[in-house]
């Protein structure tokens, strides 16, 4: 290269090196973005088809069971997602209750269960007490604590009875339901259930 084409050439050189740099300084002031496999990241790291989990007591009788047609553990959070979660409550085996939904999420290592859309609370019929229904869009239940809640709108009813409130609290144990406001209900005493003739 002859002296008079490195003098022509080095302008443009040196315009390249100066847009190199510049480049370089802008992704340098970017914020940083999260990697590939970063911990940012909401991705599932498993997920498992037809689970079904039993919550065993000390003397080794199931309290609860819990299935889903799927799950998926995502591990930045520690939650996981269940698709059509079934959530049965075995402390009366005479009438036991089951939680249906389209979608629960478990956190805490399972202390909490979020169900929602759809949420349906079934206790079965016994003796002399007709099988009880109750719906609404949100219901936060703690397994351990054998207790659910929710602060949205809810219908119960049984053959007879149909109560709507907002807000419910429910002890599985005890079988106490606690309706917390807005509380309006209709009994029809032709429909409910006859005592069994002993």
């Known amino acids: 290269m002859t002296g008079d084409k490195v003098t022509a050439a ?12 510049t480049f370089w300084l802008d992704q340098l002031a970017q914020p940083a973005k999260p990697g590939i496999g970063g911990a940012s990241r909401h991705d599932p790291d498993y997920i498992v088809d037809g ?50 939904a389209n979608q629960g999420v478990v956190v805490s290592k399972g202390d909490h269960v979020y169900f929602q859309d759809d949420v349906r609370v079934t206790r079965s019929a016994f003796g002399d007490s007709s099988e009880l229904v109750m719906r609404t869009a949100f219901l936060h239940v703690m397994p351990d604590e054998r207790l659910a809640r929710t602060d949205r709108a809810v219908t119960i009813t049984d053959a007879a009875t149909t109560v709507t409130a907002v807000g419910l609290e429910l002890n599985s144990e005890t079988r106490v339901i606690k309706l917390l406001s807005n509380v309006r209900g209709t009994y029809d005493p032709n429909k409910a259930p006859r005592p069994a003739k002993r």
């Open 10 to 21: 080095l302008p443009l050189m040196l315009v390249g090196m100066v847009v190199a740099f």
């Open 51 to 100: 689970l079904t989990a039993i919550r065993m007591n000390e003397s080794g009788a199931a309290t609860y069971t819990l299935s889903a047609a799927k799950m998926e553990h995502y591990p930045d959070d520690n939650s996981t997602l269940l698709t059509t979660p079934k959530f049965v409550s075995l402390g009366d085996a005479k009438a036991p209750i089951t939680i249906t």
